[in-house]
């Protein structure tokens, strides 16, 4: 083999070790994704049964409901179209109550029943998640509630 060839298969085995190690990078990047979903894309079968994903809108107001004893809480999103029940272990965010937007984190059950890892409440009076708003924004202008749904809010 020539000197020149010897290069040539040098540089085509370096692109082939590139191309693999970019398609394990994007693969292992693709599983890690957490996509959001409103409480509409749930009920509809958008989101997906096998993986983690977040789900946001807003804590129907008396829907919060604690076991006694425990730290279980169970809690109903709503994005005034459709709403999905939650389960959730551990503390809340000092911010959580009812007719907050939140976002939580977790997997889809088969009953239809939101398992969440991780609940995040919004941080002040005026801010809501961006996707809250987002997905929030067509559902209240429909009902009239601009004001649950962040107007005005950055």
Partial sequence: MTPR?????TVAAILVGVGI??????????????YYYSPSQVKSGEAPTSRSF???????NGSLKREPGSLEVRFTLTDFAQEVGVSYTGVLPDLFREGQGVIARGKLRDDGTFVAEEVLAKHDENYMPPEVKQSLKPHAQATGATQAAGQGST
Avoid: D, I, S
């Avoid at 060839?5 to 298969?9: E, G, L, Y």
């Avoid at 190690?21 to 957490?34: E, G």
């Avoid at 977040?54 to 129907?60: P, Q, T």
């Fill in 21 to 34: 190690a970019t398609a394990f990078a994007l693969q292992a990047f693709q599983k890690n994704l957490l």
């Fill in 54 to 60: 977040r789900v946001g809108g807003l804590v129907e």
């Fill in 5 to 9: 060839q010897k290069r040539m298969v």
